[in-house]
Each structure stands twice: as structure tokens, then as C-alpha cells.
């Protein structure tokens, strides 16, 4: 049983499509994380929220953290080919020394 | 930025060898890895926490007597996958929390991942 559950699992979308990627859990997190995994590689850490209601931007990528800081999601605006990858939530509770992944969402953008 | 380094990146092996992955972390010191397994078009699994100078703490379902991990420096972890089955194949991932000047008490840095294929 994993603590984030992630929505879609697959998703394919042609480029320039825009798309939201959704991290739910019952838990309460003290911060949470976004990673982009790339076949055969590990994951890159792209943004953590750390606020609840907390909304961040990077370029074409906005991720949102939920008011009760138990859910997040993110969001792409125009995706490209390059965005396509493993894309993994992960919550970071107060007393708990490791992460706690979510289920992933694998991205596919075609060109 | 914080950097951990894993080798070897991708190892074949015949069935009963033992395999040993090192994590490294190399520029600040790392008082905690992790260890993580990752089957294709998954999420990441933890396998077991390893803190420095003590011994590694397993997941529920994992035996700690087939993957022995080792964290005998603030900069290197290792596991050692013995007799190795085809059913051990997988991506193996280290991650690391630590201190130092780029890594902050809540920084998890990972490793590029080790892929493992056991004939």
C-alpha cells in the first residue's frame, strides 16, 4: 500500500497539449516533491512545496501543493518531446527519515 | 549541486554470483541512504535505510540476508546482492540525505541507478 497515490498512470498526448498530473494521499506531508525519472536513470528533483497552498513555477511547469498539504499536482502548459518521462510525487513526513513515493505517471508526448 | 555517484551502471551476472553497487556521495557527507528497487514502468520501491556506522534497517519483505548493505563511511554505501536469481534482476537506485555544502539535512540526492540482469 503506497501513501500517494498518483492519477493518470499513463498518459499520451501530442505536443503543445496541455496536462495535470495529480498526487492524492490521506497523509499529511511536511513537504512534498516532484521528480522527473528518464529510462535507465535516476530520478531528477524538480520542485518541492513546502507550503500548504504553496503554487510554484518552472518555465512550463506549475505544481501546486493542496491547502491541507495532503495532496499536490502538477501541471504542464504546451508539452514537448523532451517532457516525456517518469514523472514521481514524493511526500516527506515530520519524523520519518525517507520519502514516500507515489505510484508514478509516465508521460509520453508525441511529436 | 550535491552530487551521488552509483556504479556500476548496468552488471550481468550468472545466477548464484553475488553482486555488490557502490553509492557514493561526493561532495557532502551523507548520514543516511536509501536504498530502492524499481521494476519497469514503476515507482520507486525502498528497500532498506542505511545510517552510517549501523546496521541497515529493511523494508517489510526484503531479506536483509540476500541484499547486505553496508554504510561504513559518511560517503559510501553498498549493496551486495548475494546469489544472485534471475528474479533479483531489476533497477537498483541509492539515494542520500545528508549535510555538507550543498547537501542540507532535508536534501535526498540520487544515484543514476544500477541495472541488474541476472542470467
Known amino acids: 500500500t503506497q501513501l500517494l497515490e498518483q492519477s493518470p498512470q499513463f498518459l499520451s498526448i501530442q505536443e503543445g497539449e496541455n496536462l495535470t498530473v495529480y498526487c492524492n494521499s490521506s497523509?499529511?506531508?511536511?513537504?512534498l516533491q516532484w521528480y522527473r525519472q528518464e529510462p535507465g536513470e535516476g530520478p531528477v528533483l524538480l520542485v518541492t512545496v513546502v507550503t500548504g497552498g504553496e503554487v510554484k513555477k518552472l518555465k512550463r511547469l506549475t505544481f501546486q501543493f493542496g491547502d491541507a498539504r495532503k495532496d499536490s499536482s502538477l501541471h504542464i502548459t504546451a508539452a514537448q518531446p523532451g517532457d516525456t518521462g517518469l514523472y514521481l510525487c514524493a511526500g516527506d513526513k515530520t519524523g520519518a527519515n525517507n520519502l514516500f513515493f507515489g505510484t508514478g505517471t509516465r508521460l509520453t508526448v508525441i511529436p | 549541486g550535491a552530487v551521488v555517484s552509483q556504479h556500476p551502471s548496468w552488471v550481468i551476472c550468472k545466477s548464484g554470483t553475488s553482486v555488490k553497487i557502490e553509492c557514493r556521495s561526493l561532495?557532502?557527507?551523507?548520514?543516511?541512504m536509501f536504498w530502492y528497487r524499481q521494476f519497469p514502468k514503476q515507482s520507486l520501491m525502498l528497500m532498506a535505510t542505511s545510517n552510517e556506522g549501523s546496521k541497515a534497517t529493511y523494508e517489510q519483505g526484503v531479506e536483509k540476508d540476500k541484499f547486505l548493505i553496508n554504510h561504513a563511511s559518511l560517503t559510501l554505501s553498498t549493496l551486495t546482492v548475494t546469489s544472485a536469481h534471475p528474479e533479483d534482476s531489476s533497477f537498483y537506485i541509492c539515494?542520500?540525505?545528508?549535510?555538507?555544502?550543498?547537501?542540507?539535512?532535508?536534501?535526498?540526492?540520487f544515484g543514476a541507478g544500477s541495472r541488474l540482469t541476472v542470467l
Open positions: 539515494s542520500a540525505r545528508g549535510t555538507g555544502a550543498w547537501g542540507g539535512a532535508n536534501v535526498l540526492t
Open positions: 561532495d557532502f557527507q551523507a548520514t543516511t
Open positions: 497523509s499529511v506531508f511536511s513537504s
